[in-house]
């Protein structure tokens, strides 16, 4: 399942991409835009804005009611009964949504702090931005992350 999510929704769309969902994070005042994006590839479109939610036509949709990120993350997870597991973390750049390539400690020397290439043995790399990724302490909170949105009933 794929995702495009609006401006109002950054947050939600860098949790997304931190599950591995493949989103694209819609900047632009542009409903039609988004919306044609959207059929164009076969995206769910996720959304706060009322007014572009009732322009869906026959698309795939959600109209986000919570406020608070990780509540919006859960909302997406239960709708759509998406799996969530922390072998998913770190597939895709948060920055870019393309998704990571594993890379040797060699490679990634140079790429991060000091301490962080000689504490750590597991690298991954983005094609398109070239930003270096390693499960450094952001990860432990997406675990925890992961961990209540499968402890929470759905
Ligand atoms: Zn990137």
Known sequence: MTFIVDT???KLAKWLR??????????ADDPEGI????RDEGRTLV??????????????ALLIREDN????????VRHFRIP??????????????????????EEAKGGVPDHIYHTHQKFSRCPSCRKVYWAGTHYGHMTRVVERLQKEPS
């Open 18 to 27: 931190i599950l591995g969902y493949d989103t694209v994070y819609w900047r």
């Open 8 to 10: 109002t929704l950054g």
């Open 69 to 76: 990120p990780f509540r919006q993350l859960r909302e997406v």
């Open 35 to 38: 919306l044609q994006r959207a």
């Open 84 to 105: 969530v597991n922390k072998g998913m973390l770190f597939a895709r750049c948060l920055a870019c949504n393309a998704p990571l390539e594993a890379i040797d400690p």
């Open 47 to 60: 959304t706060k804005d009322t007014k572009l939610y009732k322009g869906k036509g026959s698309l795939e």
